[in-house]
């Protein structure tokens, strides 16, 4: 028997009508993995290789063989958009074979919803924050919903790790198959994985080796790559001029490059991106073009400017469309001409992402054009801006895409925040519940098996003497009337933090949204969607701002902060500065910035340990990702010094001329001197994820300590160090 045979006859019935040449590589070895073992399963190929079928194609055979009176499968997303895009392309597999395909998010009706817990079955696609309303609002029908539950999808696998989303999806899954007595195989999909392990952890905690994993290693295409540089332009005293110089040359560049095709152009701050479009608007109306086929999309923009984008990319139009990640995951948009790049990711696997959404078609090559811009070289500046690191970081982000290579997320995260979500979360669904039981339910067999015993018992007493739960004569734990109020509030589904917004509008049409602290007052102006507008009114209970078009304009101050670097990433950083090899990718421009900035290192970092002097003061440029450079910071301060840090993040200086002392210093940073209770007083605010104020300050401190700092990679660093200098 073929393996298109062993597939239902329904499913092989979709897949003629559909016209499929035959299967690809990926789709036969999911077929086989997913019908002759019971493993669970992580499938990684790039983007638009058939990931999803691959999945689908042999679940379905299954279902339709066995058909239940509950969802059998459930396609878990993290972005509604995907919901509704795979849907489209369910329905089609599924219509033949007779299952039924389902959707739950905040855009599906509640005669919808009612009739799926009417009548559970088939297939069910939903967010993450969609199963958690289901748990608190129908708890009592989940068992009856999820009792026949075989299989457990879920798609972008990568933007869930190590992410508070990630651990929230493992609790609900966990829940649901406490409450329904049911044990589901897991399948993840991904396009940018590096190491497995964590992804496989991921999927199955308990037994991570038993994870198949199947790599596509046909879906690997030639990817193309330019990169361009660009420096701001400065007055005469040396100070930075905002002229706009470096933005109106790559805006130029774009409308030369990217106008008569189909093109997404990724931005890293949605400021950036808004300045960008007015620059093409303002050439589009300089030029007189009879059509700007330059498009804006990110997450301040109202959903209905957002999916026209989307529809005229999927319609193959020749549009660009200037976006921030929010295009980054999985939405089919079609075919991509061209990927542009303004700034370097922070990331290479979502420079990987993103450059994926390019090269689709069978033959076609992935091309990325990546814009870098750094600071002026003046009288002042600093040591690390003459090394011009946004085009370091850009370079070295492309090495790292072109030999495949991407971060590993930091495992075993504490997340209490989430926690205490979920703990009033299970208090809701239940009623009430014992300690003990609750403490199995969610630690010892579920997704937060980090907390002990004793931080448990801590969490629940802190939660009790912030009367957000109390405990009844029988033992139960119950929500008091203060948890009731936070899990009834309308953004509770969520378990990350959410700023508060407001509706930005143009009469009857809403243009997107601006969080409350960046909303200009009446008379100012701002930049949104592209365009410029005047603030005639701000109603604060409404939280609406009323706007009209206008020639003024001030860009929202939504610009983004600067992002955590892996050490590879340094690494690489550094290996660009110490060799001699010009990349052949590099504009001649960015080629001769490089050389400047290899000029400028070689002249002043002693070589192998890259120790500086700095107006009678020793720096250091460690080049060991943020973690070990916050790590060593807390040290100096522990030790008594006044150290800073570049606003790059890559150069430490001590404020220290004695070499005796800081030698003294990093020996005892080598020989293991600090503990993270040393370091507690000497870290930022570690307030950050939603429920960090109800957890306890020393708990919270703890956590910071563990998942930001890097004790132990920060004395491998300094005796490497050492052993140089």
Request: aromatic share 6%; net charge negative; with cysteine.
């Amino acid at each position: 028997m073929s393996v298109f045979e062993r597939l239902h006859v329904g499913i092989r019935e979709a897949i003629w009508r559909q016209q499929w040449a035959d299967l690809r590589p990926l789709q036969v070895d999911a077929i086989h993995a997913l019908l002759d073992t019971t493993n669970h399963v992580i499938l990684s190929a790039a983007t638009a290789s058939g990931k999803t079928e691959a999945a689908f194609l042999p679940i379905l055979s299954k279902l339709a063989e066995t058909p239940r009176g509950s969802v059998q499968a459930l396609y878990v997303s993290p972005l509604k958009a995907l919901i509704n895009d795979q849907f489209r392309r369910l329905e089609v597999l599924c219509e033949s074979a007779q299952i039924s395909v389902h959707r739950w998010h905040g855009d599906v009706s509640a005669t919808e919803k009612r009739k799926l817990r009417e009548n559970p079955n088939g297939v069910l696609l939903i967010t993450p924050e969609s199963l958690e309303s289901q748990c608190i609002n129908y708890g009592s029908t989940l068992s009856r919903i999820y009792g026949g539950l075989e299989f457990v999808v879920i798609d972008e696998l990568h933007a869930f790790l190590e992410d508070v989303r990630g651990v929230h999806l493992q609790s609900l899954i966990s829940r649901i198959q406490h409450v329904a007595g049911c044990s589901p195989r897991k399948v993840g999909l991904s396009a940018t994985l590096g190491d497995y392990a964590p992804a496989c952890r991921f999927v199955c905690q308990s037994a991570p080796d038993t994870v198949s994993v199947l790599r596509d290693a046909c879906s690997e295409r030639e990817v193309r790559v330019a990169v361009k540089g660009y420096t701001r332009s400065a007055a005469l005293d040396g100070t930075p001029l905002n002229d706009l110089a470096a933005e109106r040359s790559i805006a130029a560049d774009i409308a030369l490059r990217f106008q008569k095709s189909t093109n997404l152009v990724f931005f890293n701050s949605r400021g950036l991106t808004e300045e960008i479009a007015d620059l093409l608007n303002e050439r589009c109306r300089e030029e007189a073009w009879s059509v700007n086929p330059f498009l804006i999309h990110h997450g301040s923009l109202s959903k209905d400017l957002r999916e026209e984008a989307e529809r005229d990319l999927k319609a193959g139009k020749p549009v660009t469309v200037l976006c921030t990640r929010t295009l980054e995951m999985g939405i089919d948009i079609g075919s991509v001409e061209c990927v542009g790049q303004v700034g370097a990711p922070w990331s290479a696997s979502s420079l990987i992402q993103r450059v994926g959404r390019s090269g689709r078609r069978e033959g076609e090559a992935q091309v990325l054009r990546l814009y870098s811009i750094d600071h002026p070289i003046t009288g002042k500046s600093t040591f690390t801006e003459r090394l011009f690191p946004e085009l370091l970081r850009a370079i070295a982000m492309v090495e790292l895409m072109l030999r495949k290579w991407v971060e590993t997320p930091r495992s075993e995260r504490k997340h209490y925040s989430t926690f205490i979500h979920q703990c009033l979360s299970v208090l809701r669904q239940t009623g009430g519940i014992k300690a003990d039981s609750l403490f199995k339910l969610l630690c010892s067999e579920g997704a937060f098996s980090a907390i002990a015993k004793d931080e448990f018992v801590l969490l629940l007493r802190h939660l009790a003497s912030h009367k957000i739960l109390q405990q009844m004569e029988t033992g139960h734990i119950i929500l008091s009337p203060e948890g009731e109020k936070i899990v009834e509030s309308r953004d509770f589904y969520s378990a990350f933090a959410s700023s508060v917004e407001f509706s930005i509008e143009n009469g009857p049409d809403k243009i997107g949204v601006l969080p409350q602290e960046h909303v200009p007052p009446v008379g100012e102006h701002l930049l949104l969607a592209g365009r410029r507008w005047c603030v005639i009114d701000v109603d604060e209970r409404a939280k609406r701002v009323g706007v009209v078009a206008a020639r003024g304009k001030k860009t929202p101050l939504f610009l983004g902060n600067a992002g955590r670097l892996d050490r590879e990433v340094m690494k690489e950083m550094e290996r660009t500065l110490t060799t001699s090899l010009i990349p052949i990718y590099l504009h001649k421009d960015a080629a001769g910035i490089l050389n400047l900035a290899r000029s400028h290192y070689a002249q002043t970092a002693e070589t192998g340990n890259s120790l500086i002097m700095i107006q009678n003061s020793i720096a250091w440029l460690p080049w060991a990702g943020t973690s070990v450079h916050q790590t060593l910071l807390a040290c100096a301060k522990a030790d008594g010094m006044k150290p800073e840090l570049s606003r790059d993040g890559l150069l430490i200086d001590y404020g220290v001329a004695a070499h005796e002392k800081l030698t003294h210093h990093w020996n005892r940073i080598a020989n293991g001197a600090f503990t993270a209770v040393d370091l507690l007083p000497y870290i930022p605010d570690p307030t950050s994820d939603r429920f960090d104020d109800l957890v306890p300050p020393v708990l919270l401190a703890k956590a910071y300590v563990h998942e930001i700092l890097d004790l132990e990679g920060a004395a491998l660093t300094v005796l490497d160090m050492l052993d140089h200098a």
